[in-house]
């Protein structure tokens, strides 16, 4: 078979998304996903337990979609996402200790950046292992609410697809919309009213791709180095800016919360879908701009970026005001 045909390629995406659906399909039929359940705490928006086992289909169609891609670096992108996704899976049914899985996040983030330096700069290389590690662990604090991750990652390694494909890199736009698909496949049943949650072993390889994967594209040049950034602005923004608010009210930051955007939109009484919604245009909007901008002169992407600054401040100050006008009510 010609693994590099344009048919093979178009047919990735095709299978990574069935073989997700499948799989989910068989779990929760089969009663396999009831052994695994999320159950509400302080940080829940959700009241009755859920199965969260949406990761391990995700990945078996991620794997099968990835099969004999030409490209050198597809072997380190599986062996790390696969070792992320197993440690994820262990914490879904064991909880691990907190320093074992920050362990994991950097061993895969280090190993991922110092393989594919490029020649970068020592200190270029440990701030993107940092930014990395936090888009891994940011990816799993915005999965809260229902449709919202799975959401991300259909329009964000959508959008990684359609600018390696534009750039004339077939293999990289195929890894990429393997990905999208299999998140698609898992949204299905994830869009609100959720059936099931993708657990932290489907958070945690979503954010550590999309960290990995916008690193590549970058030393490839695909894209500017600030086109992944704002392609997942929606998440990176709601969860930094929380994580700052929080430090500075000196409040411990790995206890659970309920305190991010996305959260106080939902119990502001927007709820579950309209949310969904509500961040999915924001998504797209987002992403639209990206792809356009990246064939822009240097200052028009400057201005770009500067935009989505001053809108991404009003959005977060009005949501803010908002919040803070619907507890003075309630006092």
Not at 166 to 187: E, K
């Amino acid at each position: 078979m010609d693994w590099s045909s344009p048919w093979v390629h178009a047919a990735r995406p095709i299978v990574a998304f069935a073989i997700s659906l499948l799989t989910l399909t068989w779990l929760l039929r089969s009663g396999v996903a009831a052994k695994i359940l999320d159950r509400p705490n302080d940080r829940s928006l959700h009241r009755n337990p859920t199965p969260r086992i949406g990761g391990v289909a995700m990945l078996a169609g991620m794997l099968c979609g990835w099969m004999g891609i030409d490209s050198a670096q597809l072997a380190l992108v599986v062996a790390a996402t696969a070792a992320l996704a197993w440690v994820s899976f262990l914490d879904d049914l064991r909880h691990l200790p907190v320093w074992q899985r920050f362990f994991a996040h950097f061993l895969a983030a280090s190993a991922g950046v110092l393989w594919l330096s490029g020649g970068q700069s020592w200190l270029v290389l440990i701030a993107v292992i940092l930014a990395i590690v936090w888009m891994t662990n940011l990816f799993n604090f915005m999965d809260g609410a229902d449709g919202l991750a799975g959401g991300m990652a259909l329009f964000g390694f959508t959008s990684f697809t359609l600018q390696a494909a534009a750039m004339g890199d077939a293999a990289f736009a195929s890894l990429n919309a393997v990905i999208a698909a299999a998140a698609l496949g898992f949204l299905l049943f994830n869009f609100h009213p959720a059936r099931v949650f993708m657990g932290d072993a489907g958070s945690i390889p979503l954010g550590f791709l999309a960290g990995l994967i916008g690193f590549i594209g970058w030393t490839n040049g695909v894209w500017p180095a600030w086109f992944p950034a704002l392609v997942f602005s929606p998440f990176i923004v709601d969860a930094t800016v929380t994580l700052f608010k929080r430090l500075l009210r000196g409040e411990r930051i790995w206890q659970a919360h309920r305190e991010h955007y996305y959260q106080r939109l939902i119990l502001l009484g927007h709820g579950h879908r309209k949310t969904a919604w509500l961040e999915y245009a924001l998504m797209f909007t987002v992403d639209v701009s990206a792809l356009w901008g990246a064939w822009q002169s240097s200052t028009d992407q400057a201005i770009l970026l500067g935009g989505w600054v001053i809108v991404y401040m009003v959005l977060t100050l009005q949501i803010d005001r908002l919040w803070s006008g619907a507890g003075k009510k309630t006092k």
